[in-house]
């Protein structure tokens, strides 16, 4: 909750202008709107810089149309819903259409990252490396959300540790990097490597790509959170969303 | 390997000052010292602008005086011992006085952090948060490790989510932090509830503070990672060095 | 087994009016019905207060059918049929009916609880929170069962940590609760912040929700049992019928 | 934070007795003492109920006495100190006897409960039971907290399910009993035995006794959550005092 | 392979009967059949006084024939074939009505147990013992087993723990078994109540009846492994199979 | 409990010659003594014909004698203390010389089996085998029971499958087993082939031997529990006492 | 990367034959080919003599027919592709006709491997072994990948250790063995027993065959780790592909 | 066992030269001794061409030297004691001493391994790499058993993958390496580095060094056998033995 709130609806109540139970019921409900089914947090965005999200499964189409249509007429940044499916994208559709917003859709039918309402471009360099082409769905739900935040972010895919020398190529855009993901699965190597290279925040995303020892996903978070190069960072199996998420935290302030 | 080293190399083989055998073992051995026993990074400094960092356990002092004495002398950064035991902390003492360099050396005896020619002083503002008493050791490395690259962290201990009320005093200062590190055990929920107030990179460190249940910081760790707040990342049980290197990485461009 | 029944089984053999033999059957026989398939135990409900219980999985329609019908008969208090599917609720619906007893369905059509022969309305004050909107099933199971004891929890939804304001609005009504249900997947963080803040019994539901390192509720349930907040209790992944009752057992002579 | 208190600060506000600035400033540091290394929080005490309590392990005697002496000065419930060590034992009798306060110490010299200023005593039934001889430490800590909050519990040593024939004289103590804590190592059967007699609030707790496949106290913790008894609840591993605080959390206001 | 084999073989090569090369063929080829895709272990019948079993999954319908017929033409025990889904089983079908041989199928179709010449009918007293109705399928198993070695075990259904007192009717039995198989998921406490009265071999079968906590049967095998009762062994998850052998080879010479 | 002690009691209340409050005072106190530390259950000789026996781990050395005394003092069959140390065998020592018993001790000086008033001797064929020497402990603890219950094991040492060949002389002594144990770390193979070859029961025993990838029995636990040969059943880690006692239970009535 | 072209272009540069801007390009292209979707490594095969390998789950079939024309087009050695599904297999067949390459299909349709352009037949005596006849399909990939780069592997199946006697006929076969592959689920236990005997190296594979303490292969994955047969190693489970690449890195020169 | 002894054996019986009942006594005993405490396995080594092999912990100092003596006085090959404690050494020099063989120790007093009569100088290019210098004692371990059987290994130290660049000057040594031994704690990156660059046999070697998410070697394990680079093989964690008894089994023939 935002101070200077506080401090101005205190300054209210010293004045006069309003009473002591009216303060204290505003205070308690202005953060966010209540849709029974929902609780929206608008101030969020405004308190960390972040789109506003909705995770798509388990939300019936007709939830999550009401949630972005709250969205946009609250708010005036990204809107996010991921981990969509084929109807809850029709239904979100249907508000943008209704609203006149444009969305761009990422990712399979039956599980895409819808985007309303993206912010302007921003210059930052960001790099989004893969191990393996079984990685792109979560970098694709990754790009997505860095995409509403207005990075343009640069995708290297399939350089897996197995063949270093695939990495040569790439050496200046890493190293040039102001932010990077690095999304891998089996043993999850990849974060070691490049943690070891570039210089800024590298985020590490567990997928749980791999099968028998790869333990869905357990054993690169493992590996990642015992890496060797120090200062890399690690999110949840497969959250691509996360991973973006960390960016903009990360370079929030740098456009 | 920076590319423009690269690049001179070839120049020089182009231009007949090197010979292409030498070429190959210049390549080759360029940015690293190799001490038998260890191979110091030079350019990872250069390359990553984070500290020198020496880990302590399962060095004899004299290897770790050796590895101090050719960072000292190579280079021009802060250098850092962690872990460090009361043999190595000596052995490391008694270099600085040859080289006349001041040291600090902050925690415990068996197990402290010493660091060596720290940074100028930054303007950024970092916080670092724990949830109990006992996690004050992992605080202290982290703290150390940001000491040395010249922050400043504000330090907030004993601030719980069981009596969340605690933080209410505290929210100014963690909404107008640039990086926030997290320091929990048990079920490590104070980096969700951190995760949802602060603004920018906020990192967290599982502890193995707690018993049982809280299998020595596997339950922190993995609550962590499946964190309800977005874009909060995590480095290993107990990584206070880590950390600190998270928040170098994510401010190092904006002292 | 009520010990006054074996007193009363004692004295009548002491009197003469029962052979040895007999009272020996007696004592063996009489706590249950024996349906073959299943033992009912019609004493439970009045050993220990708590309502007639059928896990629904596993069992065919005409046994669950079976076993209301013992239950109705034999019984005077309420009845509960969980996690049942739509065979299920029509064979249940068909007892009913032909006894001329009320039911109500809450949840999804593959997974319902059908509650028979409520109990009486009674005052006391039980919350019921989660922390998202996919922990509603859960919830809703936990509900059912104490509306078939005559309970009318106050249900708050979507209240997870990441937005701890929101919760402010909700302080005085958590904070009067005389028991307190908190139901959360992820990293089960709200367990321990509710646990700051209840007076009373607070019983925490690890979920399933979450998906990679929330490892199917595992680690809500660990992060739960290594909570902070001191004398917080948990029940199994997703047993809202057991917190129900656990808020029964504790609530039970209150009312 | 107690409403009312928000509710006449905001008056004196009102009034023009407070500044806002100086209300703020008040809202924020009112529940607690802060003593550098830790923040106590003297509202959780009237707010829930409990005693004030200090997990002994990893604190300086010196911070101890510190936070007891604190505690006694600006409250008038029950201290109790945990896991306290020998040189925390003697630093905090140093405090009693300055004081003139009273202290009772329970358990070994290297971990014991030590409780002043114990409450009035109370007239609920509360029972404690052990599954082996070994479990006695756990349930001491469990008994130590009781005693500080006024209770008299019942102890049962032994009735381990081996010899369930061992129960039948206890039960109509458990049949009797407000409240139960059912403390047992190994596989926890005893939990769903109890579970399956005793009326009131059961609380289960798992414990690291046994060897090999009882995985220090994770075997007995999971079949504790998977009990086939309904409304068991369980806190953590050896969390005696956990237990004994979710007896406080039940019974409170039925003394 | 039986040492009077190896003897007769011996002898008949000292006796110049059996040249030396053919006896080490012999030796080799002896106590089995080669079907390509199995070899049939003839003589494990003999040797270990145990049916030929066949473990259907994974096993075409064909192959599964061809290893019936092999075993009901050169053995004369019983054969049992487990798991076998319904293709298998009408193949096997054919070929007891091809050969004359009666069959009996227990279980579901997509899982039965098909018994082949089963052994004369024996008088040892074995009783089987679930927790609850969802224990079925594996009791199912557990006892065509033993109706193929010619036992009659006495089958006792749904005594889990949580209602003790359901047992009492059954002591008598239960202190007369000369085996005692007890089959629980959840916590499977059962194992160690009934292996504090039952006087024989007690062979628990941990489920993977259960839900969350259970682990899919881990929770009940850790549980039976850690038991409190002296001599209770344990055989696999869901494995009714294995615990029905495991009573052959303790009963096998008492018929 | 003994049914015909109950149909005496019941037959003594109808008689007259007992009031029903006696009776039932009577039927809860009978089947064993209350040390207050420890409860003694002297029917489960009786009832289930095993040795009495005391856990030494936790107990002091004064409880140890306490319970033996009472135990050679009620029943008249053998009494075991496994896993005493030094001063509880000093303890013990001076028990059986005060009452003229003979006691034998097995095993280190820290975790050794004490035996006293030992059955007679029996003539069932038993073995013991270990995978390695390192098994020992574990084999020592098991045949000290065996010898309380008057078998003498024949023990098979170091027998581990990485030298197949080493058992092919002890074939005959494995084929004429009526019971073998087998003991064995690391990957447990024995367990297997063994139970490939032996015909009556085998109970496995995985022991903490190894280290690693052993998981300190874990993995031994877990491969004898899915292993290949039928009716093999599994003991808890290390627990050399329950196999001695699992084989008791099968050959009981053999003698 | 072959250090002799890094030679050859350095010394081009010295020749002035290549401009260093151009060299540096070269030095990071030269090995692989960018598919966009795919970047192929056409040095491996020369630089570790293996076989082109495509794994086929995830990617569409389009994907695997360009990447199998690329390395059809660009290499002269085997190319496999593994676990491929039908649509794959016709995608993969296109391919081979348009260039006249033969192709043989092994396995299921559902994953099946795909052979093109063997190499020449070999002559090192390699053995695949398998405990069940359920682990077939791995045992297939094995042999898939070995046919591949020229062996003619001799298979054993059904060789479980439960019938140990099983091996003596083929025990010339594994004693001659140049290589030998060992498959099994469940425990695992015929690595231990082959590693005991065959003399060159025994590479592992655990199969997710078995259920409930099987794991899923971790079982079998574990108890290999941990076999007491020295040298034995292991690779991920289910890796039939990858033992195969473990006999040709062993075998590679002796061709 | 070696064929052509069971031949010899036969043809003897077949001559008159040998009774029956001898040979059978002859084939079972004939492959190793029994000393009691252990059976000595003199075959393996000429079986399979490896050393014998002494695991100290848990043997007596004289159990060790008795075994010691036996296979100096019966084989010919290298004898290697493993992981030996000083009294260890001690009692080995001692037998060293009385028979004039050379022994060489390496390693730290509390665990070395202890080399006697080493085989002849091979020419195998075997490299063992290590990712940091805490890897270094099983790094000795491995090297040790190389030395016994002849091998001269180049030992490349703290190579770990953050400094990718360091591996750069030794690629010609492990392109060019016969085999290949990688050991690595934390993550294990550097297997799927090095299995991507090597050639032949790649051993992978987790360790337990690292802390926390390493979790004592579990990390690396997994994710060495969920590597992306085809064909590595791994042994136990910390097992340099055994990977240098792998090397051994796989260039065993090249020497």
């Given at each position: 909750?935002?101070?200077?709130?506080?401090?101005?609806?205190?300054?209210?109540?010293?004045?006069?202008?309003?009473?002591?139970?009216?303060?204290?019921?505003?205070?308690?409900?202005?953060?966010?709107?209540?849709?029974?089914?929902?609780?929206?947090?608008?101030?969020?965005?405004?308190?960390?810089?972040?789109?506003?999200?909705?995770?798509?499964?388990?939300?019936?189409?007709?939830?999550?149309?009401?949630?972005?249509?709250?969205?946009?007429?609250?708010?005036?940044?990204?809107?996010?819903?991921?981990?969509?499916?084929?109807?809850?994208?029709?239904?979100?559709?249907?508000?943008?259409?209704?609203?006149?917003?444009?969305?761009?859709?990422?990712?399979?039918?039956?599980?895409?990252?819808?985007?309303?309402r993206p912010a302007a471009v921003l210059e930052a360099r960001v790099v989004v490396i893969t191990a393996g082409t079984a990685d792109g769905p979560v970098a694709d739900e990754c790009v997505a959300v860095l995409h509403a935040m207005g990075y343009q972010p640069t995708v290297l895919r399939d350089r897996g540790v197995a063949g270093i020398h695939r990495l040569i190529g790439d050496l200046d855009i890493v190293l040039d990097a102001e932010a990077t993901v690095v999304i891998a699965g089996m043993e999850g190597a990849l974060a070691s490597v490049i943690g070891g290279i570039a210089p800024g925040p590298v985020i590490a995303v567990p997928t749980s790509v791999g099968y028998g020892a790869a333990l869905e996903g357990v054993t690169a978070l493992l590996a990642m959170m015992a890496s060797c190069a120090a200062g890399v960072t690690v999110v949840g199996i497969d959250n691509g969303f996360g991973a973006g998420m960390a960016v903009v935290r990360a370079l929030g302030s740098r456009s």
């Open positions: 909750m935002d101070t200077s709130d506080v401090e101005t609806i205190l300054t209210q109540v010293a004045a006069g202008d309003l009473e002591p139970a009216d303060a204290a019921r505003l205070l308690a409900r202005l953060p966010f709107s209540d849709l029974g089914h929902a609780r929206i947090d608008h101030h969020r965005s405004l308190r960390q810089g972040m789109p506003e999200a909705v995770y798509g499964p388990g939300k019936a189409p007709r939830e999550v149309a009401e949630i972005v249509t709250e969205l946009l007429a609250s708010g005036t940044g990204p809107v996010i819903v991921t981990r969509a499916d084929e109807a809850q994208i029709t239904a979100v559709r249907a508000v943008a259409e209704r609203s006149g917003t444009e969305l761009s859709v990422t990712g399979h039918e039956s599980s895409a990252a819808v985007v309303l």
